[in-house]
């Protein structure tokens, strides 16, 4: 898990050639103009997925596991807490090939708290557990960066 302000995003240049694409567009467009729904910015390689959805209580969200892509996950309004698992302690659930997802159970690493202004880099077969509540408005507006390893 990558973590730290959105302008800082440019220093996370260089690990990866789909990773820098996603960069650039995040730093160069406005994320709250982008429609909700999929938006391509390299076909499937890197696309950004907003959607509105509502922070839930802990003990109703579950660890999730992509294996061939990372999320840059930020919040456009709302806050909410987003969970990491150990990756080398995880046991998958019904890996749906076609949306590259997959429930998980696994040991708790490490969390943080996003909100405007942040994001978090959640890596590819690392598990994790976005939209966890933090505050009484469970609201979230959300951008998810696709980025195909």
Known sequence: MIYDKLSNLNNYKGIS????????????NDLNKLPLGKTSVDGDLV??????????????RRYEVHKNY???????????????????????????????AAFADSEFVASCIVGPGNFVICMAREPHKPNIQVTEDTYLKKAVCKVHI
Do not use: W
Not at 47 to 60: F, G, S, W
Not at 83 to 97: A, F, I, K, R
């Open 47 to 60: 696309y950004i997925n907003v959607m509105e959805t509502k922070a839930q209580p802990l003990e109703e």
């Open 70 to 100: 990372m999320d840059i996950q930020i919040d456009l309004v709302g806050t909410e807490r987003i969970d990491t698992g150990d990756c080398h302690n995880v046991t998958l659930e019904d890996y749906n090939q076609e949306s590259d």
């Open 17 to 28: 050639k789909n990773l820098d694409k996603a960069i650039q567009f995040i730093s160069s």
